[in-house]
């Protein structure tokens, strides 16, 4: 609670530092719940809360729509030379912040660092872990080589944020964190503990239309409405439908983004032996009333999940039903498994985030309660979060709160990298389906990929993976003076953002 009062205290402070509303000009001014665990380190962490800050600084090679289409980004265009090879045709003419010029070297210095022993622990080398390297063509042209079949490669690189080649040879991943470049829309020119100040790369290929952007750390959802309505926010990240009656009031908006994820209570499987029984798991599946939390605590604009993998992504699948709620069946399965007297666990979730809230938690722990499963929720910062899923010592409890994620590439198998036996510190590792995983991870065509992720994802259904809750949509707000905020769930396109105040 102590590390959680201080960001609240730093947010505060920043936010009570900041200049009225007219004295900032063409600026932007936004409220989020966190920043990167590792400042400006591209490769280090992804998603939220690092994904506002990088969309803002760094560019991929492909950008992939909420409808799945996959558009240029740094590469204007691309083709498969071979099932693990293949040939990419870069953007002309652009910069990095720095000065040096975009080539097909950045983007093998890029490759070449995630493949290396250095990147092993940094979470976008295990993303990108099909990649085996890299080679300029020409100036323009780049082939990038995977370790084996790999279809769908050119949504992958949709992740793979590319560094300006001399600046990292300058300070690696040390030097960029505290010095980020990019050929995003913004650049970096003040990191602090507590907010982020950058101003318009008006170089960029895709230039912004203020002249800066500044993110701030407000933990708490309440101090996010607070800069909003009092003019000192012009958008405050990740709210939740019950600010919508204060934020309308107010002249402003509470824009919904639908998400590229689906939330769950994830479960530790490899730590709790008592998670391993498949009936513990289903009692608490059944246990939790989603249609009730849907309808009376997220406005009924937020679904109940019926299976691993959103609705956008490629692996979905329209047979599959959410998990009913069913308070006597989970009691006698939790009997049947030798606990007649129910369960306690110990909870680990991030507080202060849209479907990430702590009265979702309690309604969550009301309902378990009647099939005799107490639950003690222990609230943590989004950065511990983050490092304790790709640690092995940081966990207190065997439940935590995180999500089946599919952003950038809307790829399903994406998150499987995390929910399996594949993660270097996995929690639910399923030995005997890992080789229809693996399968699925090789397949040699898309169509081939996405009928294998299919029944994988049958698979994680079936053995009721984790605790199935809801579909993500992001409530932003956002001020009167903004414009729409076009956005791929949490990846926000800031060079399309304007004030008309």
């Not at 959680?4 to 505060?12: A, N, P, Q």
């Not at 602090?192 to 170089?203: C, I, L, N, Q």
């Amino acid at each position: 609670m102590r590390a959680i009062t201080r960001s609240l205290l730093l947010g505060l402070a920043a936010l009570a530092a900041m200049c009225p509303l007219d004295a900032r000009a063409n600026e932007l001014n936004v409220g989020v719940i966190g920043l990167p665990r590792e400042n400006g380190h591209p490769y280090a962490v992804s998603n939220i809360p690092a994904i506002y800050a990088f969309t803002a600084i760094y560019d991929a090679l492909t950008f992939v729509t909420l409808e799945g289409k996959v558009d240029p980004w740094l590469a204007l265009s691309w083709k498969q030379t071979s099932d693990t090879a293949w040939e990419f045709k870069l953007r002309p003419n652009v910069k990095f912040s720095n000065g040096e010029a975009f080539s097909s070297a950045a983007v093998v210095a890029s490759v070449n660092y995630l493949v290396s022993p250095e990147a092993r622990r940094d979470t976008m080398a295990s993303e990108l872990s099909s990649l085996a390297g890299a080679r300029a063509i020409d100036d323009l042209t780049v082939e990038i080589t995977t370790k084996s079949a790999n279809p769908v490669l050119y949504r992958e690189v949709s992740a793979l944020r590319i560094i300006a080649p001399e600046q990292w040879k300058k300070g690696g991943p040390d030097g960029y964190r505290l010095n980020p470049v990019g050929t995003g829309p913004f650049q970096v020119t003040k990191w602090g503990p507590a907010r982020v100040e950058m101003s318009a790369f008006k170089g960029s290929w895709r230039p912004p239309k203020v002249d800066g952007l500044n993110l701030i750390v407000l933990s708490d959802i309440p101090s996010r409405v607070q800069g909003l309505l009092s003019g000192q926010l012009d958008m405050a990240i990740a709210l939740r439908t019950e600010e919508r009656s204060l934020v309308e009031d107010a002249g402003h908006r509470l824009q919904a983004n639908p998400g590229t994820g689906m939330f769950v209570i994830a479960m530790n499987v490899t730590k709790d032996k008592r998670l391993q029984d498949v009936r513990v798991r289903k009692a608490l599946n059944l246990g939790v009333n989603r249609q009730k939390i849907s309808q009376l605590m997220l406005s009924g604009l937020v679904k109940p999940a019926t299976q691993f993998t959103p609705p956008n992504a490629s692996a979905y699948d329209p047979t599959l039903t959410t998990y009913p709620y069913d308070p006597a069946l989970a009691k006698q399965l939790l009997a049947d498994a030798g606990y007649p007297n129910g369960l306690s666990f110990i909870f680990e979730g991030v507080m202060g985030g849209a479907v990430s809230d702590s009265s979702l938690f309690q309604q969550i722990a009301s309902d378990w309660s009647a099939i005799g499963v107490k639950l003690e929720i222990r609230p943590m910062l989004i950065n511990q979060l983050s490092i304790a899923m790709h640690s092995d010592s940081n966990w207190a409890g065997s439940l935590f709160a995180t999500d089946y994620g599919t952003a950038p590439s809307l790829d399903s198998l994406r998150s499987l990298k995390l929910h399996s036996c594949l993660h270097q510190f996995p929690w639910y590792c399923d030995q005997e389906g890992l080789p229809l995983l693996q399968q699925a991870l090789g397949a040699k065509t898309e169509v081939e990929r996405t009928a294998l992720a299919k029944q994988v994802f049958r698979r994680y259904y079936d053995n009721y993976a984790a605790v199935m809750l809801w579909d993500i949509v992001y409530f932003d707000g956002i001020s009167k003076y903004v414009s729409d905020v076009p956005a791929v769930g949490s990846w926000i396109r800031w060079d399309g953002v304007s004030k008309t105040k």
